[in-house]
């Protein structure tokens, strides 16, 4: 299969416009990759036939494409509710003390190790509380064009849902957009991501007696 | 190859380019294919149709038809070469995926007949892409396959080690028809972590997988239905339930594959 094709490629690796902070992202770089090759994969192929199958389903579901993107981004947060659990048994990430550090997990690690993307973190607003993920391969939306009467749809909004639903688990609460996407012409994918408020752990209120 | 081939592949989308596709769906790219597909294999799909070469010109022509290159990119998706290697994502991301395509399905619908049904249909849409894909993947061409037992083995041999890096585990012959086969399988990939609640009774989500199976013969001009089972299998204890896509071809495709016995 295309395994063996895999490993004696080199990764093309377009660097993502802006300084890359590498020397710290590297390592994490390396956890994600890690956990990818440990694990069993699919072709990206399946993936993205899959996914364009399922948005076309909802776009015959749904008259109005903010509905459309709204449910993408549904789904995205039910998948990333469970996936922070996977995430945190597989990819040796053992702590996320901040919301700057789960910048960098989600952008290094968690891109890398689900979808084989590398994606980096950049635009920090100044009192740090909303940052961007690029990157500019998009497994996803492999095999799509938006056709003119789409071009409102999010097409891959459902990783801005997986992004939401998995910090959620880490009791931060934030809100995830695309701003920029190949899909509608711009040379790369940008994801905002802001910090909407820090839950604060409290026990459980109908615990046992 | 693919090259040459999406050289003449979009000379076919800008023939067609004048118009008649304004009705058309959603997502370009792969995605598009749907429409074509409908259009040919939907109608009933004559003998003279069968095989990829009608496919992949037909499949390809909608998403040129309407295409305006995107500015800011490089290259037209048509221009893109269909077999570069594209590298491979995690599994559970996928069946993470799957998962949700099951629930997002499960809350539309009333009976576990039509869920099967819903996830056919999205399975469909992929199957009739991957003939295109996986044609395109092989390497060398693919010689046209014309007769049953043809494309029944590219099915159970070539698509399935593309999508799930393995083959079916058995195909077969229903006993004394021309027109029925099943494919068997012990453990299909999409339902790795699912478990069925008693009250889903007898709900495979393999479904999914048997649309597939259609969509791909169908874009290969063999009409057919496929229907998904779960049948238990209690002379071997280890592996209780086998999954099999039961195909029934059309009569158009059997009179046809009378007519090339010859």
């Known amino acids: ?209 | 190859m693919a090259r040459r081939e999406t050289g003449r592949l979009s000379w076919v989308a800008k023939k067609q380019a004048s118009g008649a596709h304004k009705r058309s769906q959603s997502v370009r790219g792969m995605e598009a294919g749907a429409l074509p597909a409908g259009v040919g294999a939907g109608s009933g799909a004559p003998a003279g149709s069968a095989g990829y070469g009608a496919a992949m010109a037909v499949a390809a022509a909608a998403p040129g038809a309407q295409a305006s290159p995107t500015p800011g990119s490089t290259l037209n998706i048509l221009d893109q070469p269909l077999a570069r290697q594209r590298g491979e994502v995690s599994l559970s991301a996928y069946l993470l995926l799957f998962c949700e395509l099951v629930a997002y399905s499960r809350n539309r619908v009333s009976s576990v007949v039509a869920l099967e049904a819903r996830l056919a249909a999205v399975g469909y849409r992929v199957g009739e892409r991957a003939l295109e894909y996986v044609c395109a993947k092989s390497g060398k061409p693919l010689p046209r396959e014309t007769r049953i037992l043809g494309i029944l083995n590219f099915v159970v041999t070539n698509l399935w080690r593309f999508l799930f890096g393995k083959n079916a585990d058995s195909l077969k012959k229903v006993g004394n028809s021309d027109a029925e086969f099943y494919i068997e399988e012990v453990e299909p990939l999409v339902n790795t972590f699912v478990s069925v609640p008693k009250d889903f009774g007898a709900l495979n989500c393999a479904a999914f997988q048997g649309g597939i199976v259609h969509g791909i013969l169908s874009a290969a001009g063999f009409e057919c239905e496929v229907t998904t089972y779960v049948r238990d299998d209690s002379s071997k204890p280890g592996s209780a339930e086998v999954t099999m896509y039961y195909i029934k071809f059309s009569n158009e495709v059997i009179q046809r594959e009378r007519r090339l016995a010859g």
Do not use: H
Request: hydrophobic content about 45%.
């Open chain 1, 1 to 209: 299969m295309a395994v063996a094709g895999l490993k004696g490629k080199r990764q093309r690796v377009k660097e993502a416009a802006g300084a890359l902070s590498m020397s710290k992202g590297g390592n994490m770089q390396k956890l994600g990759e890690l956990a990818l090759q440990k694990g069993e994969r699919v072709p990206v192929e399946l993936l993205a036939l899959t996914y364009g199958s399922l948005v076309r389903q909802v776009i015959a579901d749904y008259e109005s494409i903010e509905e459309v993107n709204k449910q993408l981004d549904l789904m995205g947060y039910n998948i990333g509710v469970r996936l922070a659990d996977d995430f945190f048994a597989k990819s040796g990430v053992s702590d996320c003390r901040s919301f700057q550090d789960s910048a960098e997990i989600v952008a290094k690690v968690g891109f890398k190790m689900y979808l084989n993307v590398q994606a980096s973190v950049d635009l920090w607003n100044a009192d740090n509380t909303a940052y961007s993920i690029l990157f500019d391969e998009n497994p996803l939306a492999e095999f799509t064009e938006l056709p003119e009467e789409y071009a409102q749809l999010s097409f891959s909004n459902l990783v801005c849902g997986v992004i939401r639903g998995a910090l959620e688990m880490l009791l931060l609460v934030v809100k995830c957009e695309f701003v920029r996407s190949t899909l509608q012409g711009n040379e790369m994918n940008e994801i905002r991501i802001s910090l909407v408020e820090m839950l604060r752990e409290s026990a459980p209120e109908d615990d046992e007696d």
